[in-house]
C-alpha cells in the first residue's frame, strides 16, 4: 500500500492567516493526489481533485500544488467555517488511501 | 440532485455480519460510467478506503479487508451493498458509501462525491 502522510496533524491558526498542509506519498503518485475537508459529525467534502483542480463551488482561497510525491494544500486567507480537519487521498494504486488528517483549529 | 444514504444495524456482536445498503437518488447506478464505494472511519481517527465497484460488477478492496468483505449491487439498480464477516471491536466506525467520479483527462484519477451522511456501527459483546 502507498502510504500517506500528512503534516503537521494538528495547528492552530487565525481567521485571515494563510495555512498549508503537506502531504507526502511513500512513492510517485503522480498528481493522483485529492483533498478533502472534514468538519464534525459530518461526511468529508472534495476540494482538489488531481493534484490542484478545484472542485466545483470551493472557494478560491483553497489551491492544490505539488507532483511526485509532494503536495500541499494552501488555504489563505483562513475563515471560521475552514476550521476543519483536512485529509489527502492517492487514487493512483489500489486501495486508494488516506492522509491521518490534519486538524486546523482557532 | 444525487444523494446517497446508508442504511443497516447500528449494533453488532462479535463474529457477525455487518450489512450496509446505500441508496442512490437522483440516478441510476447503472446509467452512469461511475464507480461506487464504501470508506470507513473509526471514531476519533482517519479515513479508510474500504472498496469500490463498478455496476458491470468489477470490484477493487482493501486488501487489509479483501478476505472479509464482499461490496455488490443489489438488483433494483438503486441500492449497492457492503457486506464485512466476522466483525471484531475493530471494525466499529462511521461508514460512508459514495460516488466515485473519474478525472477525463488523467486516466485513473479518481475522488469520492457525493458522499452519504455515514452510519455508525459498533461492534460490541
Not at chain 1, 464534525?40 to 482538489?48: D, F, W
Request: proline fraction near 5%; hydrophobic fraction near 30%; charged fraction near 15%.
Amino acid at each position: 500500500d502507498i502510504q500517506m502522510t500528512q503534516s503537521p496533524s494538528s495547528l492552530s491558526a487565525s481567521v485571515g492567516d494563510r495555512v498549508t498542509i503537506t502531504c507526502r506519498a511513500s512513492q510517485s503518485i503522480s498528481s493522483y493526489l485529492n483533498w478533502y475537508q472534514q468538519k464534525p459529525g459530518k461526511a468529508p467534502k472534495i476540494l482538489i481533485y488531481a493534484a490542484s483542480s478545484l472542485q466545483s463551488g470551493v472557494p478560491s482561497r483553497f489551491s492544490g500544488s505539488g507532483s511526485g510525491t509532494d503536495y500541499t494544500l494552501t488555504i489563505v486567507s483562513l475563515q471560521h467555517e475552514d476550521f476543519a480537519t483536512y485529509y489527502c487521498q492517492q487514487s493512483y494504486t489500489v486501495p486508494h488511501t488516506f492522509g491521518q488528517g490534519t486538524k486546523v483549529e482557532i | 440532485q444525487l444523494q446517497l444514504q446508508e442504511s443497516g444495524p447500528g449494533l453488532l456482536k462479535p463474529s457477525e455480519t455487518l450489512s450496509l445498503n446505500c441508496t442512490v437518488s437522483g440516478v441510476s447506478i447503472s446509467s452512469t460510467d461511475d464507480y461506487w464505494g464504501w470508506i470507513r472511519q473509526p471514531p476519533g481517527q482517519g479515513l479508510e478506503w474500504i472498496g469500490i465497484i463498478y455496476y458491470g460488477g468489477s470490484t477493487y478492496y482493501n486488501p487489509s479487508l479483501k478476505s472479509r468483505v464482499t461490496i455488490s449491487v443489489v438488483t433494483s439498480e438503486k441500492q449497492f451493498s457492503l457486506r464485512l464477516r466476522s466483525v471484531t471491536a475493530a471494525d466499529t466506525a462511521v461508514y460512508y458509501c459514495a460516488r466515485v467520479i473519474q478525472h477525463q483527462l488523467l486516466y485513473g484519477a479518481s475522488w469520492f462525491d457525493p458522499w452519504g451522511q455515514g452510519t455508525l456501527v459498533t461492534v460490541s459483546s
